[in-house]
């Protein structure tokens, strides 16, 4: 499990807060270029492809991100529709269910348990924007934002810089978070789709160079707004750690 969640990144957490590493100047760019709404909320079902030079996996989807940032994904085996893997997570707690082996983790919602289990961080901020294609000018001078260019943006975290590229309507196409070290991850939205009269991200797809990793999301079936039950992190029952193996 811990092996193939290496892989499975959407786990997330929003540790960005005030402060970068450097100090930019705070420059508001065109607002067409930035949403005035913040995030609804969002459900969306969809297909998941993992893969990297040792191994592939695709399965079936169920993507829930609340507007409070509770985030709730559960992944069915092709075909038969049998429920594998479920994450939970919010900005303090991480949680993941294996139900073919009758095992959960429970951690804080920290850097270093993230990088162990997930392989690659992505906040929760920075997952919202890729579902949403969409930048909200409160995040943007949160992290002290930088239009860089006509269609570039820099934010700033308290450890990373991300380099955002923008379609001429201001939707999102690009993502690409750097350290002082090296490329954390690459991001891409492959295809837009039309619902309800708004357009919404169809293809996302993640790379990670370090170790040839790829992810990639089908959303379909999009709601946005959806409101969601509270968030549970209490594991299904018959559960044990994996502490305890």
Request: glycine letters at 8%.
């Given at each position: 499990m811990k092996h193939l969640c290496q892989w499975f990144f959407i786990i997330i957490y929003s540790s960005c807060i005030a402060g970068c590493l450097t100090t930019p100047e705070?420059?508001?760019?065109?607002?067409?270029?930035?949403?005035?709404?913040?995030?609804?909320?969002?459900?969306?079902?969809?297909?998941?492809?993992?893969?990297?030079?040792?191994?592939?996996?695709?399965?079936?989807?169920?993507?829930?991100?609340?507007?409070?940032?509770?985030?709730?994904?559960?992944?069915?085996?092709?075909?038969?529709?049998?429920?594998?893997?479920?994450?939970?997570?919010?900005?303090?707690?991480?949680?993941?269910?294996?139900?073919?082996?009758?095992?959960?983790?429970?951690?804080e919602n920290i850097s270093p348990i993230r990088h162990e289990w997930l392989g690659i961080d992505v906040s929760l901020d920075e997952l919202s924007w890729m579902i949403w294609g969409r930048i909200p000018n409160s995040k943007f001078q949160q992290y002290h934002g930088q239009m860089i260019s006509q269609n570039k943006i820099q934010l700033f975290s308290e450890d990373s810089v991300l380099l955002m590229t923008l379609s001429p309507n201001g939707l999102l196409q690009s993502v690409q978070k750097k350290n002082e070290d090296a490329t954390i991850y690459e991001a891409f939205i492959r295809k837009y789709q039309n619902v309800a009269g708004r357009l919404y991200p169809e293809k996302i797809q993640i790379t990670q160079q370090e170790n040839r990793g790829k992810l990639l999301l089908v959303m379909l079936d999009i709601d946005s707004g959806t409101q969601n039950s509270p968030l549970s992190f209490q594991p299904a029952e018959g559960m044990t750690t994996y502490s305890e193996e």
């Open positions: 705070v420059v508001i760019g065109p607002q067409n270029f930035l949403s005035t709404q913040p995030f609804p909320g969002y459900q969306s079902s969809g297909r998941i492809l993992l893969a990297n030079e040792d191994q592939k996996y695709a399965g079936e989807l169920k993507f829930n991100l609340s507007k409070n940032f509770e985030l709730h994904i559960q992944i069915f085996a092709p075909i038969i529709g049998t429920l594998v893997y479920e994450v939970r997570a919010n900005h303090e707690q991480f949680m993941i269910l294996d139900f073919g082996n009758q095992k959960y983790l429970l951690e």
